[in-house]
């Protein structure tokens, strides 16, 4: 008879370790298991579709609806595979090592190389989402399925959704090697950090200049502005920006480190 625990990863694998879980996890499996319904959906759309070309009814939309479907589906089972360590991994060396060396690569893994690559994909696609929004993009066939800024809309907030699940996972290998608390979440993540604090400096600078400079100035030319520029050092160049990003991610993570000191102390 086969472990409880193998009949549960088959089953349903978000049951795994829940008692370890953050309610980020819990809320990424919950999400993930009404998303699992996109699968069958998806295999009825393809096999109608296989039905109705070969007897001469070819219907654009429901090739579109396949790759809505597919994609969709994929992007929230990144999330889903990433919260119950089912991720692919080069387990002939991982399953040997120590647990708190197995937690230590979880979080290398996790926040110094696969989040910084997600904040940057959200960052990269929600321009991509503002233009098909902004043009109403449609499908290529004039029977396809329209509002494809829809899926695009849902790609970028798909980014958010594995974000949420890999800092609820980091989290939860954090706390095997020690408390948790703010200030070494931050610090730990260090790269993850200092990525997306990079975002709302950027992005927060741009916006000021944007809501407090005549509507005359183009996008473009506020771009420009001497603030994006970059600072030579030696055969180097560095943004202001950046400059920026480092001093305000260290100030954070002090301010984050006085205020658990506080809560710790009773101050």
């Not at 219907?59 to 969709?72: E, K, P, R, T, V």
């Not at 030319?221 to 520029?229: A, H, L, Q, T």
Request: proline share 3%.
């Amino acid at each position: 008879m086969e472990p409880v625990e193998d009949i549960i990863k088959l089953s349903d694998p978000g049951e795994v370790g829940r008692a370890e879980h953050t309610r980020g996890d819990r809320f990424v499996v919950q999400v993930s298991n009404v998303a699992a319904w996109l699968f069958p959906i998806l295999m009825i759309a393809i096999c109608a579709q296989v039905v109705l070309r070969s007897s001469g009814f070819n219907q654009a939309w429901l090739d579109d609806l396949q790759w809505w479907l597919y994609g969709s589906a994929v992007l929230v089972g990144i999330a889903y595979a990433v919260t119950n360590n089912a991720h692919v991994r080069v387990d002939i060396f991982f399953d040997n090592y120590r647990e708190d060396k197995k937690s230590r690569i979880e979080i290398f893994g996790l926040v110094w190389l696969f989040l910084p690559f997600i904040i940057l994909c959200w960052d990269v696609t929600v321009h991509y989402a503002i233009a098909s929004v902004s043009a109403d993009e449609g499908s290529d066939s004039p029977n396809g399925l329209h509002n494809l800024w829809i899926l695009k809309v849902f790609m970028n907030v798909a980014f958010i959704f594995i974000g949420v699940a890999i800092w609820a996972a980091y989290i939860r290998f954090l706390n095997k090697l020690t408390e948790p608390v703010l200030w070494k979440q931050l610090l730990f993540a260090f790269p993850s950090t200092m990525f997306l604090i990079n975002l709302i400096v950027f992005y927060g600078i741009w916006w000021f200049l944007r809501l407090t400079t005549s509507g005359e100035v183009t996008n473009r030319e506020i771009g420009r502005n001497p603030i994006f520029g970059e600072l030579e050092v030696g055969v180097e160049e560095i943004p202001y920006t950046i400059m920026i990003t480092v001093v305000v991610t260290f100030l954070v993570i002090g301010l984050a480190y006085l205020r658990d000191r506080a809560r710790d102390t009773g101050y």
